[in-house]
């Protein structure tokens, strides 16, 4: 099997399926617990959240760990926290995660202002219309740090500073992030940042919220994470997140920004009408989004899962219905180019041999297939900035 769906969420990392093996059957005491199972339960959970913390460079006490990044976009974005933040509007894009989005009309529905900003077809956001609307306003600004589908790195050291300069608040989405970008909390400053482990190969159901303040807490009841979150400490998936955060390897993305470029040329030199979506922005390292020229990404998706290959389109299954990606069409493009882009995120076991029957079985797939390329449209204005 190649997997080309990292981004989606990584096999488990080599330490975790060792921890999986053994270890994990001795965690299986409460942390909250006063006896010598629990105290020691207890010791483990510290000793992780310091080392998770080093290694985001935050201060242990500011990482509340939660079941993922959706809870932890839903605690900082709950109606009852912009109102006890004193938020006079939330900002965001549309290439925002559903679960951001979700909440963004959740927020509305209650009576929220809910302030959007756009992106050029390579998918940079229009930070100088981000900086007009924080002006006169306390305002919560939530976006992406990398884009989960086309790997397009937002500037978040200068969206910072804007907020901060507006005496406002910056929540930043971190899933795509984490692993696959080095960066230091500390330098960044943001009042909030949310992550999930799974994305680089801990177990699921364990993330983590990064937190300058104590938000008003979602879920209630017992006095864990220091009164923030309330529940028995999942301290298996704390544990497989301090094994795959040390299996990180930041090196190795060098290899991996080689081979999706490799990808990339390979299948551009095949059919020139296909187009790298945010080409010529920072990306992260492992992803490319590809339009395939007009052709239906289901069928190939299908066609490649055949060959034993696992990659994505971004889409979401609703009501049985295989619906475009909000990402792309928010990036002025049409519901039909968006049916026709494919997602490939690699990871730190993904090697030349593997790109070269990945090329080797789109290239089958586009000789077979009997539709007609379409042209990739030229947009000159989206969401208020001028492109090509």
Same mark, same amino acid.
């Given at each position: 099997?190649?997997?080309?769906?990292?981004?989606?969420?990584?096999?488990?990392?080599?330490?975790?399926?060792?921890?999986?093996?053994?270890?994990?059957?001795?965690?299986?005491?409460?942390?909250?617990?006063?006896?010598?199972?629990?105290?020691?339960?207890?010791?483990?959970?510290?000793?992780?959240?310091?080392? !998770?913390?080093?290694?985001?460079?935050?201060?242990?006490?500011?990482?509340?760990?939660?079941?993922?990044?959706?809870?932890?976009?839903?605690?900082?974005? =709950?109606?009852?926290?912009?109102?006890?933040?004193?938020?006079?509007?939330?900002?965001?894009?549309?290439?925002?995660?559903?679960?951001?989005?979700?909440?963004?009309?959740?927020?509305?529905?209650?009576?929220?202002?809910?302030?959007?900003?756009?992106?050029?077809?390579?998918?940079?956001?229009?930070?100088?219309?981000?900086?007009?609307?924080?002006?006169?306003? @306390?305002?919560?600004?939530?976006?992406?740090?990398?884009?989960?589908?086309?790997?397009?790195?937002?500037?978040?050291?200068?969206?910072?500073?804007?907020? *901060?300069? *507006?005496?406002?608040?910056?929540?930043?989405?971190?899933?795509? *992030?984490?692993?696959?970008?080095?960066?230091?909390?500390?330098?960044?400053?943001?009042?909030?940042?949310?992550?999930?482990? =799974?994305?680089?190969?801990?177990?699921?159901?364990?993330?983590?919220?990064?937190?300058?303040?104590?938000?008003?807490?979602?879920?209630?009841?017992?006095?864990?994470?220091?009164?923030?979150?309330?529940?028995? *400490?999942?301290?298996?998936?704390?544990?497989?997140? &301090? %094994?795959?955060?040390?299996?990180?390897?930041?090196? @190795?993305?060098?290899?991996?920004?080689?081979?999706?470029?490799?990808?990339?040329? &390979? %299948?551009?030199?095949?059919?020139?009408?296909?187009?790298?979506?945010?080409?010529?922005?920072?990306?992260?390292?492992?992803?490319?989004?590809?339009?395939?020229?007009? @052709? &239906?990404?289901?069928?190939?998706?299908?066609?490649?899962?055949?060959?034993? #290959?696992?990659?994505?389109?971004?889409?979401?299954?609703?009501?049985?219905? #295989?619906?475009?990606?909000?990402?792309?069409?928010?990036?002025?493009?049409?519901?039909?180019?968006?049916?026709?882009?494919?997602?490939?995120?690699?990871?730190?076991?993904?090697? !030349?041999?593997?790109?070269?029957?990945?090329?080797?079985?789109?290239? &089958?797939?586009?000789?077979?297939?009997? =539709?007609?390329?379409?042209?990739?449209?030229?947009?000159?204005?989206?969401?208020?900035?001028?492109?090509?």
């Amino acid at each position: 099997m190649i997997y080309l769906d990292y981004n989606s969420t990584a096999p488990f990392s080599p330490k975790v399926r060792n921890y999986l093996s053994a270890e994990i059957q001795t965690d299986w005491a409460n942390a909250a617990s006063p006896h010598e199972l629990g105290l020691e339960a207890a010791s483990k959970l510290s000793i992780a959240r310091a080392r !998770i913390a080093e290694f985001v460079d935050c201060n242990p006490k500011a990482l509340s760990f939660t079941s993922g990044a959706t809870e932890s976009i839903n605690t900082i974005l =709950h109606p009852s926290n912009i109102k006890a933040l004193g938020i006079e509007q939330v900002i965001s894009s549309q290439q925002e995660h559903s679960a951001t989005l979700a909440c963004l009309g959740r927020l509305e529905e209650c009576g929220t202002p809910v302030v959007w900003i756009g992106a050029n077809s390579r998918g940079q956001l229009d930070l100088s219309a981000l900086e007009s609307k924080l002006a006169g306003k @306390r305002s919560l600004v939530s976006l992406m740090y990398v884009n989960n589908e086309t790997g397009v790195i937002n500037d978040v050291f200068e969206i910072q500073r804007m907020v *901060a300069s *507006a005496q406002s608040l910056f929540h930043i989405d971190g899933s795509q *992030a984490l692993g696959k970008v080095q960066f230091s909390l500390s330098d960044v400053g943001a009042a909030y940042v949310s992550f999930s482990g =799974h994305k680089i190969g801990s177990l699921k159901g364990i993330g983590m919220l990064v937190a300058q303040d104590t938000p008003s807490p979602l879920i209630v009841g017992g006095k864990q994470e220091n009164g923030f979150r309330a529940g028995t *400490a999942n301290l298996p998936g704390v544990r497989s997140l &301090e %094994l795959a955060v040390e299996n990180v390897d930041f090196a @190795r993305l060098k290899v991996t920004s080689r081979l999706r470029d490799e990808l990339e040329a &390979e %299948l551009t030199r095949i059919d020139p009408a296909m187009r790298i979506n945010g080409l010529g922005c920072p990306r992260a390292a492992n992803t490319s989004n590809i339009y395939f020229g007009g @052709r &239906e990404s289901q069928e190939l998706l299908f066609f490649l899962s055949r060959k034993g #290959i696992s990659a994505s389109n971004g889409s979401a299954c609703t009501s049985g219905a #295989i619906e475009p990606s909000h990402v792309i069409t928010s990036l002025g493009f049409d519901k039909e180019y968006a049916r026709s882009c494919v997602r490939f995120s690699l990871g730190p076991d993904s090697t !030349i041999e593997q790109i070269k029957i990945v090329v080797s079985a789109i290239q &089958e797939f586009l000789t077979g297939s009997n =539709h007609q390329t379409v042209p990739a449209k030229n947009h000159e204005r989206v969401g208020g900035l001028e492109v090509t």
